[in-house]
């Protein structure tokens, strides 16, 4: 499932958004600072976001560019009320992918972030995670290890991207929860253990020889058993 960034103050405004895009489909964190929306971006990955310019602590242009200069690619799409041609251009050459003009009809804004997400996808965010022949098929939501396939809840699949992306580094238990649930859906303290225990099941299930270790205090891993090399 595709994970987006809303940054948005007005609350009704962003509820509207936010339950819109999760009908179809989409899964959504709703900030509403440029502040908190940093902070998200450094420890979170996403596939889009939707930022208003007129955020309490700045214009959220300044967030998209920010965002470029740190060499990100995520598309972004800028919501305003400013109608003016020149703002428009100021957004455009700031790095956003596209403009949005309130008022908006919530069918367009979801046609317009779908678009963005199916432009985005170059092959290098094409590259399924692996590890050790283990490897994260993100377009059926399938975990796959040798011939075996075995399909995993969204939870799940986030969990063992992140796992797979660090390559048998360490990976938070912070990190594993907002790849999981996202920074808005509430969740309960044994939630993330009880995750990995299903999560380890099935490793064992199609044969891999990586365990999944809790290193105590630091984090989660996927390790190769002693005597295997990844």
Known sequence: MNRILLVEDHPRLGELIAASLRQAGIAVDVLT???????????ARYDAAVVDRGLPDGDGLALVRT????GEHMPCLLLTA????HDRVDGLEAGADDYL????AMEELVARVRALMRRSASPLRQVEPEFAGLRADLRKGNMVFG?????LPRTEMQMLTSLLRAAGGLVSRNELE???????????????DVALHRL???????????????????????????????
């Open 33 to 43: 600072s440029m502040r908190e929306a940093d902070y998200a971006l450094a420890h």
């Open 67 to 70: 965002v470029r200069q740190r």
């Open 82 to 85: 400013r109608d003016a041609l």
């Open 101 to 104: 003009t309130k008022p908006f």
């Open 147 to 151: 011939e075996q396939s075995v399909p």
């Open 178 to 192: 907002r790849a999981a649930w996202g920074l808005n859906e509430a969740v309960t303290p044994n939630a993330l």
């Open 200 to 230: 380890r099941r099935k490793l064992m299930a199609v044969g891999c020889p990586l365990q999944l270790v809790n290193v105590r205090g630091h984090g989660f891993a996927l390790k190769p058993e002693p005597g295997d090399a990844p």
